[in-house]
Structures are given as C-alpha cells and as structure tokens.
C-alpha cells in the first residue's frame, strides 16, 4: 500500500516440468508458462536449451515473481502437448510422495512411470481448427468446397465448419496455392494428417502447415504412435490338454530339448491358462523358435486371452468367505483400508484375490497385482488371465519392448483393466483402482535397491489412500513389521488356518552338525540325512541339497602361517573353483590362479577351507557313485542352456540328486522329488544383520516346500550347528506365529523395526581417508537431525568394494517419522569421488 493505493501483484500461471532424467539429468525441473490446457500429470515437450526434451507437469500454480525469484518474462511456454501420453494425477502425486519419502530427486521417482522408448514414438499432427471465430471476423465460410460430410471422430472436427478459405479471405496474409491445396488435402484426409518417421511428409508441404498454423487455420500437436496389431491379433499360447503327452516329453525327449522342456514345466504351475508369446518368452527366457517347436509338437495349442482352463472357480471354504467378505466390503465402500491375509501355505489365498478383483471390476475400476519376481509369477498371470481373459496386461522390464509398451498404452486407456507386474508396475498408468494387491508381501525384492529406493508395501499404501481403494497384504510367512502392524490394528488380520485337501506339508527333521565334531567325526552329510538320501534314491525318487554358498570352498589357507588369497579390490577373500581351478571375487569378478607354495611363508601346505556348492556336488557324488549328481546355481546358470539342461533332466529324472544354491528353492514343482536336505543352516543366521533370523525362517519355509508336490510324502533334513534357534526350531514345526512371538520381543529389547524407523547412510569413494573424514562430518551434520539415535560410522561389513572403500552410519528415527532432515542435513556433502548415498527403510544393512 502507498499513500493509501493498493498495488496489484502481477500473478502468472505456471508449470513445474519434470524432465525424464535420461536426457536431463537426475535434477532437472524446470518451471515454464503453463497455456491453459495443461495440467498435472500432462505429457510435455519443452525447450531445454538448444533443443527440446519430453517431460511431465509435476504442478501447476499461480505465482508471482518474487516467490519465482526471477521475471515471467525469462519463462518459455512448453513448446507441444503430447496426447495420449499424461499421466493419471495419482500418478504424478504418488510420484512426488517417493520423492520426498525416499529422499530421490523427482525426475528420478518419475521415471519409473515413462513408458519405454516413449520419445522414439512420438508423431506429429496437423489438424485444422474449428473457424466460427474466422467466420465472425471474415464473414460467411459456409461455401467451402469440402465433399465430406461426416465428422471425423478421432480429431472432433465437423465438416461443416470447415472449408479451404481463398487467397482474399485472411486473417493474416493471403493464401499461396500450395497452402489452399494443403488445406483441402487435410480436408479430404478427414481434418487431420500426420508426419510420422516412417511416413514423413515433404517438406514444402511442412513448411506450408507453419504458416497455416501462423494464421490460424491448422494446430499442431505431438501424439503417441500407436504399436501395429499383428495380422490376426496378438498371438496366445497354453499347454496341450494332453498332460500324458507333456510328462512323456519331459521325462523323455525333454533331456534332449531343454528349453523345451523348461518353459513346459514354468507353464505346468498355471495349469492351462493363456499367455502371450511375449510373457511366454520372458518367463521362461525362451525364443519364437522354441514356441514354434512347441506348437508343432501339439504341446502348446493357440488360443485367445479370453479362453477358460477352469469352467468355474473353486468354491471358497468359511475362512476364505470371511476374507472375501471384508475386503469386498472395502472396495464397495471405496475405502483405503490395509488387510494382512496370513494364509499358510495352500490354504487358497489367491481365490480370495481373484473374488475381490471380481467385485473392483463390476465396480467399473482396476486391479493392480504385484509379485515378488516376474520369473516365477507364472500362476498368477495363469490365474488372473483364466478368470478375467484378455482384461489382463502384464507389466515388466523383461517383456519384448514394443509388447511392453502396447500394454501401457492398454492400461493407460482402460482396455486392460488388471495388471499384473513386479515393483516397478506400482507407476503403472491406472486412473481408477478399486483394489491393490501384493502377493508374498514378505520377499525382499519388494525392496528397491537402487535409486528410488522404495519400499512396495509403502507405496502400495499411499496408492490405496490416492485412490480411495483396500490394499491387502498376503503371505505365509508375513514380515515382522507387517505382522506387528496388524497386531496393531493397522491392517485387518484375515486369516486362513486350512489348507486344500490335496496340501501337504512335509515333515522335518533337525540334525545338530556339533555333534559330528564332538565326537572326532564331522561330516558333510549327518547320518540322518545320510540315511534318508539312501532310502530316497532306493524307492527311485530324487533329492534337493540346498547350501546358499557356491565355488567349492569360500576361500584358500595356508595350514602354515594362515595366509589367505584376497581380492585386491575388495575386502573379501577370493572363492575357490575347482573344476577350472580359479579364484574368484564374487563381487567385482576379479579371477586369479590359486597358488602353488604360500607367496608370504613360502609353505606347500596351501588348501581349500570350508565347503560351496561344488564340493558338495563332488563329495556327494563319490558317497553315492550310483546317483547322477547335479549342480545348479550362478556359477552353472552363467553359460547359456546350462539351466534349461540341469532342469530338464532333473525333471526326466536322469539327474537323481540336485546340490544347489537358493536358485533351486523357488519357482518349478518337481513332483518326485521328496526329500530336501538343507547342508548349513547357520550361513544365514551368521549374516550381521537383525533381519538375519527371519530371513532364515522364511527360507527354511520356502525351501521345505520343494519336498513332497507329488504322490509320495516328502522330508526336510536340516543340518545346522544351531538347532535350538528359533528360526530353525519353529521351521521345524511350520509355526509362523511362535516365531514371530520371539523375534517382535527380540526387535523391542533393541528399538528396531517395527519400533523404529532406519536410514541408512552409506559413504563410498577411491580413498580410505576421504571416507573417514567425510563419515565423520556427516555424522556431526546428522546430530542436528531431531529424535535421531545415531549408530556409527563404522565400516561396512564389505568394507572395500570394486575399489571403492565403504563406510555407513545407521540411523534410527521414531516410527513413522518423515527422513527429510536427514536428506537436509547431508546436503552439498557428496563430492566428485565421494558417493552419499541414503537409503531409507533398508533392507540389507551389508
């Protein structure tokens, strides 16, 4: 105010653009004049520079100079709306919420959202506008020349408004011959060309469109191209009804094709839904030629998404009504509410799934499906694909990138109602979800290791509240903090106790490997395990020897002066491969040949300690030279067919026993198989790490259900030097809840998750002392962060990576509390060589 006159602040409309980071940088934001059609989530492309890049209005908002902190007019309009390609405004919202959650950048959080190979697709069109206001300004345009008279539907334009003005009817300048004639040519192309790279118009004609557009009379714009169907549709595969015909394939002629036979045996745990050649193909990493061979053979039949395998579902039992129930209740109602579905293993709880997705879609909204893997989410794509057909699209990195891209573009636009997908399918294009689904909320590949690194269950949550829709949670084997969350009364406990009459579960037995070295025997197999593996091969079943260590010893001594081999850029020691006699770094892969006198004593007594995967293979093998012994896991899988082979003659059971490392506990049912004997338990339970005792129960559940899927029981040998564990005790005795009961007291005594909130600081860089004092100066920064208890900084346990030394400070804060002070804090503290990296709810603390 002055002398009693207000002054008017000039206010703008503006837009934050969010450029995708591959071609601005992880930073780039930047802000421009919004025109009036844009809004949150809208496709852009903007003048960056020299040039012009794709990106997304992030927000949209009225401001004034002084909170821009420079004048509107250094702003640019974006240069082109994209049509067909924004996204929903969940999405950019939910985007924003990573962000700021997770501590990333916001074009980094964004980018999970950008279809692939989104720029490469964009087209140009020319279309003319509707001229009642040239006609008001320039008298009557009604005795146009136009032969049509139907509106085009695609561009919204009618007919009857348009017409090709002459030379004497402006705004603007006259028109050339070569304009009237482009003008009638859009005409008679229905009121819209386009000028693709395929199809490019000349470039007179170009040229003749700008000035066109100058004068008002065409606008331009950039749209999505549109992936080409395939002659006939997209191609559908299942499994032959003909199951003799597949088990005589895999027991036989199998062994000889076994990419064959591994993408039968991926397929045999949908039973006989349909799938894409694509979602084939990445499933079973697999080429046309080998559906094609498939096809031919009669074991795959082509059919359409929409075929049935199961003429009815499966009649829910009481437990299951009640689950179904609550959560149908919750879609209905549009309610973000959380539900826990604790089923054991085959109590039925993908049914309960199927009937809440059911309900979302009569409701007229969607369904997002997440799995823990792609590779091994065969029956859930089966599943969702046989009750809802061709609603279904799939959503992952592996997929052929122009089917990945059709089924964006498919869910974006509401033709694919349901998706299914890994993590990363939480940025899918749905506007309108009714229900969120993560399947085997326990796994840690829910867990995003590399920028965003986001939780799933987190971002899934925030969805659920963005779109008004439940969220349910499922495992067998559900995390501690999720267990503890509904023990709360944060989610809905729903539980199945019953499982299918057909579900059993096998028997375990703990062998203590002390023991062995008590009484001056120890051994790699215990008797019992010794026995059983004897009795097995006797009835003619096969076995699975599990040890989460591969190479054939973990490192080299000399029995003389306690030399090891080490890697010289990591602070590890080198593994020993026997059979191409080679140390290796398991980290950086650095190789080198084992020596042959001691290089520090010059002692002879140089020899392989401890025992992987491929001593194992050998010491089985000569305990039991009448087995065929096998060995799966990185080292094999490496070279090309070596799985598919391994896989396919296990299940043709030519292989007898398969040693193996966690590759072998998940993913394909081998029905003979019925005895599963775990080497050392202890590996897990050793790892510095307060998840180390849940993990090892998980897996020591996971691994157990490899033994006994077919007629016979089955049996589970585990052999730890630790059997009063309680991973280990309650593994035993499949009693999820005891274990739990022990681990949420365990995680009081000592304020860790759920009873705290961590954030892990990891400080990496070339030089050891750069890394000490840039540890310790964020550690003096992080003091300033409130209610924070700081632990560190001390080395991480691989305190020397590829060169790069490592160092982490872990940081507890109250549960639920936002880390923004912590990315406050560190602020301008990485370097050139110095790497700040922080990860906030971490999964691994290595």
């Not at 002054?7 to 503006?14: I, Y």
């Not at 039992?317 to 309610?335: F, G, M, P, S, T």
């Not at 964006?408 to 009714?434: C, E, K, T, Y």
């Not at 097995?536 to 020897?545: G, P």
Request: charged share 25%; glycine share 8%; proline share 6%.
């Amino acid at each position: 105010m002055n002398g009693g006159t207000l002054v008017a602040v000039q206010t703008e409309r503006v837009v934050d653009v969010v450029i995708d980071p591959r071609s601005g940088g992880a930073q780039a934001v930047y802000t421009y004049l919004a025109t009036p059609e844009v809004g949150p989530g809208d496709s852009l492309v903007v003048p960056l520079g020299n040039r012009t890049a794709l990106g997304f209005a992030s927000r949209v908002y009225e401001t004034t100079e002084a909170d821009l902190g420079f004048p509107f007019a250094s702003l640019k309009p974006p240069t082109s709306l994209v049509r067909g390609l924004g996204l929903p405004p969940q999405l950019a919202q939910l985007a924003r919420f990573t962000a700021e959650e997770y501590i990333c950048p916001l074009p980094i959080a964004l980018s999970a959202a950008i279809p692939p190979g989104a720029r490469d697709r964009l087209t140009t069109s020319w279309t003319l506008v509707r001229n009642s206001e040239l006609g008001a300004r320039n008298g009557e345009l009604g005795n146009g020349r136009s032969s049509h008279k139907s509106a085009d539907k695609e561009s919204g334009i009618s007919s009857s408004a348009l017409r090709v003005p002459s030379s004497r009817e402006t705004p603007g300048s006259p028109l050339s011959p070569l304009q009237q004639e482009v003008f009638r040519f859009i005409q008679e192309s229905g009121g819209v060309i386009y000028d693709t790279k395929t199809k490019k118009l000349p470039a007179a004609t170009v040229r003749a469109l700008k000035l066109l557009k100058g004068k008002g009379w065409v606008e331009q714009n950039l749209e999505i191209t549109p992936i080409e169907e395939r002659k006939g549709g997209e191609r559908f595969l299942r499994l032959s009804a003909d199951e003799n015909r597949i088990d005589k394939f895999l027991t036989q002629e199998g062994k000889r094709k076994p990419a064959q036979a591994l993408t039968l045996m991926r397929l045999q745990t949908a039973e006989r839904a349909s799938f894409s050649a694509g979602e084939i193909k990445s499933l079973a990493g697999v080429t046309d030629a080998t559906l094609k061979a498939l096809v031919e053979n009669g074991l795959l039949e082509q059919t359409s998404a929409d075929e049935k395998a199961l003429p009815t579902p499966p009649s829910p039992n009481r437990y299951q009504q009640l689950a179904i129930e609550a959560i149908v209740d919750a879609v209905q109602a549009k309610e973000s509410r959380s539900f826990l579905l604790f089923g054991v293993t085959g109590s039925g709880k993908t049914e309960v799934y199927l009937r809440a997705a059911a309900e979302a879609l009569r409701l007229g909204r969607q369904v997002l499906y997440l799995v823990p893997e792609i590779a091994l989410a065969a029956q859930g794509i089966g599943r969702l694909r046989d009750r809802f057909g061709s609603k279904v699209a799939v959503l992952h990195s592996e997929l052929p990138p122009a089917e990945r891209f059709r089924n964006w573009m498919r869910a974006r636009n509401g033709q694919a109602p349901v998706v299914l997908g890994a993590r990363s399918a939480l940025f899918a294009p749905l506007d309108n979800i009714g229900l969120i689904v993560l399947d085997e909320e326990h796994e840690g590949s829910f867990k995003q290791e590399s920028a965003p690194r986001y939780h799933s269950k987190t971002l899934a949550l925030e969805l659920g509240r963005l779109h008004g829709c439940p969220v349910v949670l499922g495992s067998a084997t559900p995390s501690i903090e999720s267990f503890w969350e509904a023990d709360q009364d944060r989610h809905t406990l729903l539980v199945l106790p019953e499982r299918a009459a057909s579900a059993r579960l096998p028997e375990v037995h703990v062998d203590d490997l002390g023991e062995g070295y008590r009484s001056g025997h120890p051994a790699l197999l215990c008797q019992d395990l010794y026995d059983r593996l004897t009795e097995t091969l006797k009835e003619k079943h096969q076995a699975i020897l599990f040890l989460n260590r591969r190479a054939y010893a973990p490192f080299i001594i000399c029995r003389d002066c306690g030399w090891q081999a080490r890697c010289p850029h990591c602070a590890v020691s080198l593994s020993f491969h026997r059979r191409d006699r080679r140390l290796r770094c398991h980290h950086c892969g650095y190789s080198e040949l084992p020596p042959d006198q001691c290089p520090k004593c010059r002692g002879l007594r140089v020899s392989p300690f401890g025992v992987g995967t491929e001593k194992v293979e050998e010491m089985v093998g000569e305990m039991f030279p009448e087995a065929v012994v096998a060995r799966l896991d990185r080292d094999v899988a490496r070279k090309k067919g070596a799985m598919e082979d391994i896989f396919a003659r296990f299940r043709s059971g030519d292989v007898h026993i398969l040693v193996g490392t966690q590759m072998v506990a998940k993913g394909l049912d081998f029905p003979n198989v019925t005895l599963v004997g775990v080497i050392a338990a202890d590996l897990s339970l050793n790892i510095p790490d307060f998840r180390s005792g849940e993990r090892t129960f998980q897996l020591l559940s996971q691994v157990s259900g490899r033994a006994g899927r077919g007629q016979a029981a089955g049996h589970v040998v585990i052999q730890t030097f630790n059997p009063l564990h309680p991973a280990v005790q309650f593994a035993q005795t499949h009693d999820y809840v005891a274990f739990y009961e022990g681990a949420i007291l365990e995680r009081r005594e000592a304020n860790y998750p759920p009873f705290c909130r961590l954030v892990n600081v990891l400080l990496t860089g070339p030089s050891r002392t750069q890394i000490l004092e840039a540890s310790t100066e964020a550690a003096a920064r992080l003091q300033e962060v409130e209610n924070v208890e700081i632990l560190g900084p001390v080395d991480c346990a691989l305190e020397r990576l590829q060169n790069r030394w490592r160092r982490h400070i872990l940081l507890k804060l109250p549960a639920g509390a936002s880390a923004h002070g912590v990315g406050v804090a560190l602020l301008g503290l990485a370097g050139k060589d110095l790497q700040v990296m922080v990860d906030v709810d971490p999964y691994s603390l290595m």
